[in-house]
Structure formats: C-alpha cells, structure tokens
Nanobody
C-alpha cells in the first residue's frame, strides 16, 4: 500500500521561503497526478497546486501563482512544493495527495508564516 509522508514545514517570516517534500512508498508513484492542498484553522481544505504524472502540466490557484512551484522527481518518488514570498495567509497545514481511487493523503506538515 502506498503511503505519503510530508516534510519541510516550519515557522518562517513573511517574505521567506520553504520547500515541502512528499515522499511516496511503492513503485506506482510515477503514474499518478499529485497535488498539494492546505487547510487553515477554521477553513476548509483547499487545493493549492497539481502536477501530472510526467510533470509536463501543472496547475496553481490564483493566490499562489508566481510564488509557489510544484515539481516531482519520479526516480525518488517525491513531489515538492517550493514556496517563496510567503504571506501570513499561507499559514496552514499542507497535505500532499495522490490522485487515485480512493485518493491517498499524507499526514500533513504545518507551515506558519509570522513575524
């Protein structure tokens, strides 16, 4: 069974950067679209970005365009989210998602943007 483990979260000042990683166990990682979602306190979980299996197509929500970059290394079974110019409103628990049936989620990693 595939498992997803996120890492890389933490506390960062506004304008700072973080790089999240999501490592997947199992050999089927490379055939699936992957995504990052986030959930802020008191809010619903929202999609942040997705990347297709080969990495050729990406999608971002408007609020992170130009600041976040999703990428993947299929040889390492890992998807990344590079987050630059972080804002306090980016504070949330970030989850990676493997798009399959049923969808698979990681346990989440906390990102806090605060001075």
């Amino acid at each position: 069974q595939v498992q997803l483990v996120e890492s890389g979260g933490g506390l960062v000042q506004p304008g700072g950067s973080l790089r999240l990683s999501c490592a997947a166990s199992g050999s089927i990682f490379s055939i699936y679209t992957m995504g990052w979602h986030r959930q802020a306190p008191g809010k619903q979980r929202e999609l942040v970005a997705t990347i297709t299996s080969g990495g050729g197509s990406t999608y971002y929500i408007d609020s992170v365009k130009g600041r976040f970059t999703i990428s993947r290394d299929n040889a390492k079974n890992t998807v990344y989210l590079q987050m630059n110019s972080l804002k306090p409103e980016d504070t949330a628990v970030y989850y990676c998602k493997l798009y399959t049936t049923p969808n698979l989620w990681g346990q989440g990693t906390q990102v806090t943007v605060s001075s």
